[in-house]
């Protein structure tokens, strides 16, 4: 599907008067193919869509989306609300399985493995990725256990080690300063702003190859933002982080690539700088500079 | 146009809208269902703490000469005959059932002559025959007078009464637990016997040394018998020297001796502290006691014990299995037909009259599974039924049962109420699903699952009607837990407050001395079940602080 055309293919009718009616195009349930920069191929990629289609019961969801995310590099998706961005990302490990009513077309692969080939051990696939939830989910334990869980589950029994995961995820998702002195309370104690980044916490403890963020910062003050910011920057290199975001300027100073979406179609993909400066289609740019809709 | 249209007027809201009228419905009709609860906990907490309360003892004399002495239990008016008005009657407890043939009598208010308090009236509380009610008019020591006004004789029965109380708890202990060890030393000896002869035949070697033993054994019993028939009766003659003698109001005098005599008061005598005193050795005798008189006087102990151990067995059976059920219907499953089916079988479950249960425990347990460990385990005890009949596992595991649906709903809310976000979050950090269920669902949905369970439990120790068939007896001889091996016996029939209610209002041959009871036993099971729902809103709380929100 990653036709690399210099000019859009669209195959429409009736023909389009004007370019922005490409959106149009995309809700009335016309065939499209994504505008892919070439910069994007030349990476090295630990994530490969290809060509994925998923439906919610009769409702599809993702159309044909096909993308390779490039390895140590971090990776946003941007789109008005209801593209399925949070639908992709939880297509990545799998999360999406637990609902009866899903059903998906086309793979993924990590690492070149396919991800939704039978007889895929979904639990080792996950522990291989880690995840931030749209909205904080800890769980019903002390602060200490919930950032701790993933090492726990994988059978680590060793007090130090699971006190050097606690502290250093913590401090990294720029928490430890605030609960240091309640790790034994429980985490439904915390602020909703302070459960997210406990998540992104238990997130990052078991060292992840693969990181998934589902709008980490929407219900986090400036402050804790520009921190999770830097925590990005820091993993950048070593971890492929994908991460949904609405914030234009957040998308533009954390992500080296971006992927514009709309109604579960990819429509644009390529490096962030390219991106937010010259897009190749009007309709990026106008959803960028807020012209859009 | 001009601005100066005026805006719609609209009417004024409606009351409906406003549901005023909502607001007194609904309101009355919690009001009433308030003021009905309230009601019935009202009656039976009055009626039930007054029962035992040592109230004034009344003599009246009687137009036509007679004197009647006793307590009033209640008072009625009755429609007229002579055409003057409504005439009150009272109903008093004269016992001395031995000498009149009756427990209560009425009296109407118009044949009295004269009503009196008499300061020596005295209440006894006898092991047989129901209360008594006399002055006392001498104290007996072997037949002859010792005292004979009754301040003396009151002060002797005092000195007296501790030691007769020893000497009887002796011949209890005697008669009970020493006489049934030689019971049962016999008793297995024989059914040594009887499972030789069952394993290798009539006349074996094996059969006839077994014999051989028996008999060595019963010898050596019934000499032991002998013995203790001996102290027993040196206690019964040492006993009998005392007697309180005591005139009635009807002139007659009768003779008790000590050892029939429970507990004796004055209460016309007695200031309030006393009759506290009173009034809480009664209670202590009724929390601890056995029953007696056909178990219209006494302790309901047995009762409570019975009530509880049943309960607690009912619990660790339906517990584990309501729970892995509807843990199985809730994460494991998938929802389909099949999963609906069982569900609405599980809800129908819960409708089915108990009395169902206990025929299907009868039927099933008793006769099945009871008959099928008695031709294993008992054949030696055969014809007489072991587990094939009525008993507290049977009781347990029927009611158990019956409380399945109750368990496996509560359960299956609480789990249906873990967010569905904590498994997401628990799969996405790599965890498997029974380390989800485990480490997440379950400690989540504790709080809901324990309250089911003690929901459960109130359910099951209020219930009767089924264990009618399956094991709740009107008198137990033993406690299904004692000192002999192998100390729990839960293939023994036991007592239940349930039950003796229904025995105490219904089956009581001194149906108005039982009726007072009925209402101190129902407050004694209401109590009961209240403190269970109290635990079980403590711990939810509790626990819902802990793991729901709010610290450690
Ligand atoms: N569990 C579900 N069942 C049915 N439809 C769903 C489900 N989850 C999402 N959808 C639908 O799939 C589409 C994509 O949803 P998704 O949550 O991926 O959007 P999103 O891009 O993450 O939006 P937002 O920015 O608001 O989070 C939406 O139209 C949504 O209604
Ligand atoms: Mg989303």
Redesign the interface.
């Known amino acids: 599907m990653n036709t690399l055309t210099a000019t859009d293919t669209l195959t429409l009718e009736p023909p389009a008067p004007a370019g922005d009616d490409r959106l149009a195009a995309i809700a009335r349930g016309g065939q499209f193919d994504a505008v892919v920069h070439p910069a994007v191929d030349r990476e090295d990629a630990t994530l490969e869509v290809r060509d994925f289609c998923l439906w919610y019961g009769p409702k599809k969801a993702l159309h044909h989306i096909g993308m390779r995310i490039p390895r140590g590099k971090v990776t946003a998706l941007i789109g008005p609300s209801g593209c399925g961005k949070s639908t992709l990302l939880r297509s990545v490990?799998r999360?999406n399985d637990?609902l009866?009513t899903v059903r998906i077309e086309g793979d993924m692969l990590l690492n070149g493995d396919s991800i939704y080939a039978p007889g895929v051990d979904v639990?080792?696939l996950?522990?291989r990725?880690?995840?931030v939830?749209q909205?904080p989910?800890?769980?019903?334990?002390?602060v200490y256990e919930n950032v701790v869980?993933?090492r726990?589950?994988?059978g680590e029994r060793s007090r130090a080690a699971l006190a050097e995961v606690c502290e250093r995820s913590l401090r990294r998702a720029a928490l430890w300063d605030e609960v240091k002195d309640r790790l034994?309370?429980?985490a439904?104690?915390l602020s909703g702003g302070q459960q997210q980044r406990l998540?992104i916490a238990?997130?990052i403890a078991?060292e992840p190859e693969v990181l998934l963020m589902d709008e980490p910062c929407s219900a986090l003050d400036p402050i804790a933002t520009n921190k999770i910011e830097n925590l990005i920057d820091e993993l950048r290199g070593r971890y492929t982080i994908l991460i949904v975001t609405h914030n234009m300027q957040q998308a533009s100073r954390t992500s080296d690539y971006t992927a514009f979406m709309y109604l579960g179609h990819l429509v644009e993909y390529g490096p962030t700088a390219d991106l937010f400066r010259k897009p190749r289609l009007r309709e990026t740019e106008d959803y960028i500079t807020g012209r859009f809709g | 146009m001009s601005g100066g249209r005026a805006a719609p007027r609209r009417e004024r809201t409606a009351l409906f809208a406003q549901g005023e009228p909502m607001i007194w419905l609904t309101g009355g009709g919690l009001a009433l269902a308030l003021a009905m609860i309230a009601g019935l906990l009202a009656l039976v907490v009055v009626q039930g703490s007054v029962t035992l309360w040592p109230g004034p003892v009344t003599r009246v004399e009687l137009n036509d000469g007679r004197a009647v002495m006793g307590e009033v239990a209640r008072s009625e008016s009755v429609g007229a005959t002579g055409g003057d008005g409504p005439v009150r009657r009272r109903l008093f407890r004269t016992g001395n059932f031995e000498l009149t043939g009756e427990h209560f009598q009425w009296v109407a208010d118009s044949d009295i002559r004269a009503e009196s308090r008499p300061e020596w009236a005295l209440v006894v509380e006898r092991t047989a025959w129901g209360r008594f009610y006399g002055a006392p008019q001498a104290f007996l020591l072997d037949g002859r007078a010792a005292a004979s006004d009754p301040a003396s004789a009151w002060a002797m029965y005092e000195q007296h009464r501790l030691a007769v109380q020893r000497r009887l708890r002796e011949r209890q202990r005697l008669e009970s637990r020493d006489i049934g060890r030689v019971n049962r030393r016999i008793e297995s000896a024989r059914l040594a016997v009887k499972s030789a002869e069952l394993r290798h035949g009539m006349g074996s070697v094996p059969h006839r040394e077994a014999v051989a033993r028996f008999e060595a054994v019963e010898r050596q019993g019934l000499a032991e018998h002998a013995r203790l028939r001996g102290r027993i009766e040196a206690l019964n003659r040492e006993n009998a020297r005392f007697q309180l003698a005591l005139a009635t109001a009807d002139g007659w005098e009768q003779a008790i001796p000590l050892a029939d005599i429970v507990r004796a008061c004055a209460p016309n005598r007695l200031g309030l502290a006393a009759k506290w005193a009173v009034y809480g050795s009664r209670w202590l005798e009724f929390l601890s006691g056995a029953p007696r008189e056909a178990n219209s006087e006494g302790g309901v102990f047995p009762a409570l014990f019975g009530t509880a151990l049943m309960t607690v067995v009912m619990s660790v059976a339906v517990v584990p299995f309501g729970v892995m059920a509807a843990l199985y219907l809730r994460e494991y499953a998938?929802?389909g037909p099949l999963v609906s089916l069982v569900r609405i079988a599980i809800n129908n479950l819960a409708g089915v009259p108990s009395i169902v249960f206990g025929v299907f425990g009868l039927g099933f347990f008793c006769y099945i599974v009871g008959g099928w460990l008695d031709r294993s385990f008992f054949a030696a005890n055969l014809p007489n039924p072991t587990f094939g009949k009525g008993g507290l596992l049977w009781s347990a595991l029927t009611l158990a049962l019956l409380t399945l649906p109750v368990v496996i709903v509560a359960t299956e809310e609480s789990l249906a109420a873990v967010?569905?976000?904590?498994?997401?979050?628990?799969?996405?950090?790599?965890?498997?699903k029974w380390?989800t269920i485990r480490?997440?669902v379950l400690?989540?949905a504790l709080p809901g699952i324990l309250t089911g369970t003690i929901l459960a439990m109130a359910r099951g120790a209020g219930e009767v009607a089924p264990l009618m068939l399956v094991g709740a007896v009107k008198l137990a001889p033993e406690l299904p837990v004692d000192a002999v091996a192998p100390f729990l016996h839960p293939e023994r029939s036991f007592m239940h407050l349930g039950f003796h209610i229904f025995d105490l209002g219904f089956q009581s041959p001194n149906s108005e001395a039982a009726r007072p009871m009925v209402f101190t036993v129902t407050l004694l099971l209401i109590a009961l079940i209240f403190l269970l729902n109290l635990v079980a809103v403590l711990l939810r709380a509790r626990l819902k602080k802990?793991?729901?929100?709010?610290?450690?």
């Open positions: 490990n999360i637990l009866d639990i080792e996950r522990k990725m880690g995840m939830f909205k989910n800890p769980f019903p334990m002390s869980y993933p726990r589950i994988d034994q309370e429980s439904m104690s998540c238990r997130a078991a | 998938k929802a967010p569905n976000s904590m498994r997401e979050g628990s799969y996405a950090c790599g965890a498997g380390q480490r997440i400690p989540r802990k793991f729901v929100t709010g610290a450690f």
